[in-house]
Antibody, heavy 120, light 107 residues
Framework: EVQLVESGGGLVQPGASLKLSCVAS????????MSWVRQTPGKTMEWIGD????????NYAPSLKNRFTISRDNAKSTLYLQMSNVRSEDTATYYC?????????????WGQGVMVTVSS | DIQMTQSPASLSASLGETVTIECLAS??????LAWYQQKPGKSPQLLIY???SLNDGVPSRFSGSGSGTQYSLKINSLQSEDVSIYFC?????????FGGGTKLELK
């Protein structure tokens, strides 16, 4: 069974940094492109970016590229999202998502999500 | 970025009814569209990809159609477990973008 389990969220002050993790199981993590998607409290969905199966390539939403960094450790089957200089508008639930094998079009599995609240 | 306009924003329907949700892209996305279902308090789940391909395990009462800029999700014979928020997502051009969601409730 495919499982994606996010962690690392919580309350963070504006301007701070935060690193989210996503541990994957139930599939060969190193074979799949992975992605992060967030959902605001108002339910708006926003794609953050993705990373190639071997970690050699990343792609980001232009609006987030300068502050967010996606990485992975295939030995640990773990995906990361480093968030820097966070703002109130980054308050959201962050989902780790998987693309189907060999493509980067839609998300066939989603984690349970981790909440991040940016507030002083 | 490609804008995705979803309608209606909310919908109330009776058990057994057929409902349709629309998604309009700001440009031709050549059927590169997915639909997701998000049940209350849960994470989204893939329903349909490439506009009309049903994901494994999804009941056949769900169907997708459309082309160009206009797409729709149809739910036949509405069941209580279909109460959810439904999102469309284009995967034709990065950054991938989502519709605003349709909240489906029972009447």
């Amino acid at each position: 069974e495919v499982q994606l389990v996010e962690s690392g969220g919580g309350l963070v002050q504006p301007g701070a940094s935060l690193k989210l993790s996503c541990v994957a199981s139930g599939f060969t993590f190193s074979d799949y492109w992975m992605s992060w998607v967030r959902q605001t409290p108002g339910k708006t969905m926003e794609w953050i970016g993705d990373i190639k199966y071997d970690g050699s390539y990343t792609n980001y939403a232009p609006s987030l590229k300068n502050r967010f960094t996606i990485s992975r450790d295939n030995a640990k089957s773990t995906l990361y999202l480093q968030m820097s200089n966070v703002r109130s508008e980054d308050t959201a639930t962050y989902y780790c998502t998987r693309y189907p094998m060999g493509i980067t079009d839609y998300f066939d599995y989603w984690g349970q999500g981790v909440m991040v609240t940016v507030s002083s | 970025d490609i804008q995705m306009t979803q309608s209606p924003a909310s919908l109330s329907a009776s058990l057994g009814e057929t409902v349709t949700i629309e998604c309009l892209a700001s440009e031709d996305i050549y059927s590169n569209l997915a639909w997701y279902q998000q049940k209350p308090g849960k994470s989204p789940q893939l329903l349909i990809y490439y506009a009309n391909s049903l994901n494994d395990g999804v009941p056949s009462r769900f169907s997708g159609s459309g082309s160009g800029t206009q797409y729709s999700l149809k739910i036949n014979s509405l069941q209580s477990e279909d109460v959810s928020i439904y999102f469309c997502q284009q995967n034709y051009d990065s950054p991938w973008t989502f519709g605003g969601g349709t909240k489906l409730e029972l009447k």
